[in-house]
């Protein structure tokens, strides 16, 4: 079992910036693509960032030049920095870890539970 935990979600205005991190502790072998997604109110989940291990970040355009997404390997941890917040990024933003299991050998993917991101006008 691996959990995620996520935090640094919050209120921001428009212009202001937040950090997200989101860290994945249990029967860990490796951890593969670190990402996060987001879910606005009566949409979709949609791609934010992700990052491969060893591997370049890709961004959705509406965030590219303002988020950045970075990752701590030792501490199983992915970061996100939103800067420039606008209104429209607000949503649950969620954290999905690719790894491989300790006990199984298995890979899986995880999600963690959200953090809420508000951005005021």
């Known amino acids: 079992q691996v959990q995620l935990v996520e935090s640094g979600g919050g209120l921001a205005q428009t212009g202001g910036s937040l950090r997200l991190s989101c860290t994945a502790s249990?029967?860990?072998?490796?951890?593969?693509?670190m990402a996060w997604y987001r879910q606005a109110p009566g949409k979709t989940r949609e791609l934010v960032a992700d990052m491969p291990s060893g591997g370049f970040p890709n961004y959705a355009d509406s965030v590219k030049g303002r988020f950045t997404i970075s990752r701590d390997n030792a501490k199983n941890t992915v970061y996100l920095q939103m800067n420039s917040l606008e209104p429209e990024d607000t949503g649950v933003y969620y954290c999905?870890?690719?790894?491989?299991?300790?006990?199984?050998?298995?890979?899986?993917?995880?999600w963690g539970r959200g953090t809420q991101v508000t951005v005021s006008s």
């Open positions: 249990g029967s860990i072998f490796g951890v593969y693509t």
């Open positions: 999905k870890v690719d790894w491989r299991s300790t006990i199984s050998g298995g890979r899986s993917v995880s």
